[in-house]
């Protein structure tokens, strides 16, 4: 109790600094009874609070109180949305902690894996088990089971749905783009191997194909093992070398350790270390952002990066310049240390979910809006581009699909096998998805001359990024996360701690300010502040979960 009535006091005193300084003047009508619609269906009513995005553009007259999103839902399904309170998305986060903090949810929200825990532990949310059986239809029930039913374990507490995954694509791999322009010209091949990769990045080094006079052979950034990073990170690098960014890995014992203090990770960071030494990488890249770090990239000067798949969306500003195409980029599997494939590492693809207070009257009417969003992102009628577009059904970049306030991502695509071969055929008949219809016009207006859409093609195109994939998902080539509960109690005290100890240690042996053996004084103190006993409480869940 004394703890609950800090964080209400905590709470309150937030909320008066938030509410001052927000801009936000958007508030709820009074509660409406239930109505109905034209068509004589009942209407129920179901509250939410949402942020305010910067790329949500309202047409003339509509507001999150009226638009023409919310009137299709309560039209189409018989659902009527309204905030409890709208935020702008910078301070949304932390306004979702005070509203739990006060017990004050809307009858749905979005909250991060920790919250669902302490939500669900509280006991302030609801049991879904029932209400989504029911209601959920087939197409939503087979939809969020595409992995096999993982993400929907991740909500799952003594065999009861607390939560609907907030899902996305977990097979979201890392590849090495490189300037294929400078291997013709330096008759250097493809990158197969690490070996291949250094001797690449030597060339580039010491040959200076883009003439700039300061030439690297990587690029990379100051925060390159952050799970955010795309682009110019170094998660990739170490997956060459059989190492990986903080998952837990199967210790062939049956339990779970930690990758970042895994023996492999230390012959990456020698490598790291030794590539350094020979100015293979910038010696100002810790202090440079992503966009910083790319510049050199932009200017010639660098001709390698790791990245995910969108990572051609960025190098378009370097790649394409007047109109014309001056730089040529292919992307490449990550290049393995030795003779075993290397193991692109993944998540499970959900860190939100979707919640239901115990106090909701009508639970039914979220799980209705989860059936609606699924339907008409996949495979809207005309008249559901409302849902998208707004109500002159045409794209004029307002993302009016910001405004469905539930919305979950697809677990698997088949993007791979279907879009290069379209592109490369023009045949239309094999697309099955709005994604990749909407790929295909671009990636079809770049062959037709539209060089700022270089990117589509390259994402889409015939040797392009997706090319790689069917190759990766057939044989396995990657290595998921096995711990998907929620932080643990240590884990939530010391992870933040543990991180930063790790990355300023990773830093100083790439930078050559102590020697590589200094990862194992790492591994030790690792153990000690706290490192331990997160393993303890990893593997006592995943005894609970095998």
């Known amino acids: 109790m004394k703890k609950r009535k800090v964080l209400l006091i905590v709470a309150l005193i937030v909320c008066l600094a938030i509410t001052a300084c927000s801009k936000n003047t958007n508030e709820p009508p009074e509660k409406q009874s239930d109505t109905t619609t034209e068509q004589g269906n009942e209407v129920i009513e179901v ?6 995005d910067p790329y949500l553009k309202f047409d003339e007259g509509e507001s999150f109180e009226k638009n023409a ?27 979702v902690k005070i509203t739990i903090a006060s017990d004050d949810l809307p009858d749905f929200l979005l909250v991060n894996a920790t919250q669902l825990k302490e939500l669900t532990e509280a006991d302030m949310i609801m ?67 690490m070996a291949d990769f250094i001797a690449i990045a030597e060339a580039f080094k010491a040959k200076d194909p883009g003439g700039t006079g300061t030439s690297y052979g990587l690029a990379i950034s100051k925060n390159p093992f952050s799970m955010e990073t795309g682009v110019t990170g170094l998660r990739a690098f170490l997956n060459g070398y ?87 980029w292919g992307a490449f599997p990550i290049p393995t240390v030795d003779n075993e494939p290397a193991l692109s590492q993944i998540g499970l693809g959900v860190d939100e979910y979707y919640v239901i207070s115990k106090k909701a009257k009508h639970p039914e009417g979220v799980i209705k809006l989860l059936n609606q969003w699924i339907a008409v992102d996949n495979h809207p009628t005309a008249e559901q581009k409302v849902y998208e577009f707004g109500k002159d059904l045409v794209d004029k970049s307002n993302n009016y699909w910001l405004l469905s306030p539930l919305r979950v991502g697809k ?45 589509e093609y390259l994402i ?6 997706f090319s790689l994939v ?68 990893v593997n006592e869940w995943y005894a609970a979960h095998k």
Do not use: C
């Open 242 to 328: 059989h190492a990986y960014e903080n998952i837990w890995l199967e210790d062939g014992k049956g339990g779970l350790v930690n990758s970042d203090i895994q023996p492999q990770v230390k012959d990456a960071l020698a490598a790291l270390q030794d590539m350094f030494k020979k100015g293979l990488l910038d010696p100002e890249f810790a202090v440079k952002d992503v966009e910083k770090a790319a510049e050199l990239i932009y200017d010639n000067s660098i001709g390698m990066v790791y990245g995910a798949s969108w990572t051609p969306a960025q190098l378009v500003k370097g790649a394409v310049k007047d109109g014309k195409v001056v730089q040529e």
């Open 411 to 455: 677990q698997m695509d088949n993007n791979g096998e279907v879009l290069p071969k379209a592109i490369e055929s023009k045949d239309t008949s094999i697309l099955e998805t709005k994604d990749q219809r909407t790929r295909y016009e671009r990636a079809m207006k770049y062959v037709d001359g539209d060089t700022s859409l270089w990117w």
């Open 470 to 537: 069917p190759p990766i998902q057939k044989n396995e080539q990657y290595l998921q996360n096995k711990f998907y509960g929620a932080p643990t109690p240590a884990m939530a005290e010391r992870q933040e701690i543990l991180l930063k100890k790790r990355d300023e240690v990773y830093f100083k042996i790439i930078m050559n300010q102590v020697p590589v053996d200094e990862f194992d004084k790492f591994v030790e103190e690792w153990k000690k502040l706290g490192g331990d006993e997160i393993t303890k409480e």
């Open 127 to 193: 049991d879904l088990t029932e209400v989504y059986d029911e209601y959920a239809t087939d197409e939503t029930k087979k939809f969020l089971t595409m992995d096999g039913g993982k993400q929907m374990k991740t909500a799952m507490f003594d065999n009861k749905l607390m939560g609907i995954p907030s899902s996305y694509n977990p097979y979201s791999y890392q590849f090495l783009y490189v300037r294929t322009d400078w291997l013709k010209e330096l008759n250097l091949p493809e990158p197969r191997t």
């Open 460 to 465: 889409s195109g015939p040797k392009g990024v």
């Open 47 to 52: 509250s939410t609070v949402s942020p305010s």
């Open 69 to 95: 999103v919310y009137d299709a839902y309560e039209k189409d399904i018989g659902v009527k949305i309204t905030n409890k309170w709208v935020a702008d998305i910078s301070q949304f986060k932390e306004k």
